[in-house]
């Protein structure tokens, strides 16, 4: 199959708002997926991330709201007219049929001619490394080979929008991450405007160009890994993206104070009630007690040592700062980090450069 990413087609999303009861899946909801784009929904369980693929996918209607594929208004077409490619949560193969016959359900569903699916069907086995499976039964794959099939069954009509609800999640770890590098392999070659849905930041921040992080039907914040990691929003994004503690500060005379000593930052503050994030890989260790190393872009937190615990590829140091808030370090395990690790009970300088001192507004003050 050839790259077409021509004939992809960008997705508007338009206070989307989708209730079942009393409950708000989808809580206005904008979102702009653009064309060949490779847009992640990531959120929690129960966040609304199926709810928004369905509404895309034309299974569920929302009660209000307006959605466009380029310049089309979709919210009326039923399913087979919206020329959307799909892959299930649980694969939803039909099992009594082979792969070959799996793959070419979409082709029969459009009366495609026998001599044309045979070759589209082949041409689909070989793009998700199944050359040669077509006649094998359902039940002889391994769970990632039938997650191929699914995959294979959603490309070959060659639809201009691909959606795909946690396709990886049933899968171990080791083949989930290669399939991760192989569906965005996949996504360049064939260009279409794919939306992924996954509840994995790691994921996320792996396969996306961009990632719209949501939480209870609502859009959180929609931007490139880098900044959704580096730049959250609010404490619900930098809690969900990775592990993060939150020291309260304050506004003094237009700057920012933690326990009275004013922040070194590198960006201006936002407006309302803030946090700073402490995340265990930004911290650095300082030195015991001292200041060593301490420049005018170094925020520095005096801390006592209560555990280290090591992980393999890294150790964890937990600390606890004079107030009784407990943070923690995450270090190299080379022989010289090894080699100067501070003990239990030592006192320490944590050090927090003014460019990964972030500030985030903390969760209700929106
Ligand atoms: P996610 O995929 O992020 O786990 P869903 O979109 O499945 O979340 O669900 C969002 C919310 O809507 C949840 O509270 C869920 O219980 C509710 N919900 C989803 N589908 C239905 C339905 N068909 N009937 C009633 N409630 C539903
Ligand atoms: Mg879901």
């Known amino acids: ?88 949560q649980n694969y939803a193969l039909f099992p009594h049929m082979t ?16 001599s044309e699916i045979e070759a589209r069907v082949a041409q689909a086995l070989d793009t998700v490394q199944l050359g040669g499976y077509g006649e094998r039964g359902i ?85 490139a890994p880098e900044a959704i990691y580096n730049r959250p929003a609010n404490q619900f994004v930098a809690d969900f993206l990775g592990e993060s503690t939150f020291l309260s500060v ?26 700073l994030l402490m995340r265990p890989e930004r911290l650095r260790l300082l030195g015991a007690g001292a200041s060593v190393g301490i420049d005018d872009q170094m925020n520095a937190f005096p801390a006592s040592v209560t555990d280290i615990v090591y992980q393999g590829d890294s150790y964890l140091l937990y600390g606890r700062l004079p107030d009784g808030e407990e943070i923690s370090l995450r270090g190299a395990t080379h022989s010289d980090a090894r080699s100067q690790l501070p003990k239990v009970g030592d006192a320490i300088t944590l050090g927090l450069h003014a460019n990964d001192a972030v500030l985030v507004r903390a969760d209700g003050d929106r």
């Open 1 to 88: 199959m050839a790259a077409n990413t021509s004939g992809a087609l960008p997705i508007t999303v338009r206070n989307i708002t989708k209730t079942y009861g009393d409950v708000y899946a989808l809580n206005d909801v904008s979102i702009d997926v653009q064309s060949g784009e490779f847009l992640t929904l990531l959120g929690p369980s129960g966040s609304g991330k199926t709810t928004l693929l369905m509404v895309l996918a034309g299974f569920t209607r929302p009660d209000r709201g307006s959605l466009l594929f380029g310049e089309q208004e979709m919210i009326r077409t039923p399913p087979h007219q919206r020329d959307v490619g799909m892959v299930f």
């Open 99 to 114: 792969v070959a016959g799996n793959v070419s359900y979409p082709l029969r569903l459009r009366r495609v001619s026998k």
């Open 139 to 223: 039940d002889q794959l391994s769970g990632g080979q039938r997650q191929r099939v699914a995959l294979a069954r959603a490309i070959v009509f060659e639809p201009r929008i691909l959606l795909m609800d946690e396709p990886l999640s049933a899968l171990d770890k080791k083949l989930r991450d290669r399939m991760q590098i192989e569906l965005r392999r996949l996504h360049e070659q064939l260009g279409m405007t794919t939306v992924y849905v996954t509840h994995d930041q790691r994921e996320a921040l792996t396969m996306s160009d961009r990632i719209a992080v949501i939480n209870h039907g609502r859009l959180m914040q929609l931007d």
């Open 250 to 275: 304050e506004r003094q005379n237009g700057e920012i104070v933690y326990q009275g000593a004013p922040l070194r930052l590198a960006d201006a503050p936002p407006e309302g009630n803030l946090l």
